[in-house]
């Protein structure tokens, strides 16, 4: 990664930003929810089609994981690494879809320096995922940690 790490004192809390369109496919739907969410309405287009939600829906899981890899990959902290601690308020608020294009926009919600450990603080991050149409599909509070400037 090319870009400088970015450190605790530099960040602002209502500073946001915006990732990179996440593309849904079917094919990809399909094999995630094999491996870690077998379910019909994730795997079987005939049983998804026939049921509640009218066809193939992605599991929850698998948008999780498509938004944690644009986190990685936006790298808003630069070369710093993502420490995540906690996750909260996880909600799935909308069915993701072949098809549907998503996007991620997060903002930092609050920055608390360590009082026992100076070299570093965490902070609040609020995550919200909405598809193509503006509608929220996915929204999750994240704790990470971060460093302070290393003294010198």
């Known amino acids: 990664m090319d870009t400088p790490a970015r450190y605790l004192e530099e960040l602002s809390v209502g500073e946001a930003w915006e990732g990179a369109p996440i593309p849904i496919t079917q094919d990809a739907v399909i094999a995630f929810a094999r491996d870690y969410d077998p379910q019909p309405m994730h795997t079987d287009p005939a049983a998804a089609a026939a049921g509640r939600f009218g066809g193939i829906i992605a599991s929850g899981w698998h948008v999780a994981a498509l938004v944690m890899r644009d986190y990685v990959e936006t790298s808003p902290f630069g070369a ?3 420490l995540g601690l906690q996750i909260d308020e996880l909600r799935w608020e909308e069915a993701v879809r072949p098809g549907d294009v998503l996007r ?3 903002e930092i919600l609050e920055i608390t320096p ?3 450990k100076p070299d570093r ?3 609040r991050i609020g995550v919200t995922v909405t598809n193509q149409h503006g509608r929220t599909v996915m929204r999750y509070t994240n704790l990470v940690q971060m460093f302070a400037r290393p003294a010198g």
């Open 80 to 82: 710093a690494p993502l």
């Open 121 to 123: 603080g965490v902070v």
């Open 114 to 116: 360590s009082r026992s």
């Open 104 to 106: 991620a926009r997060r």
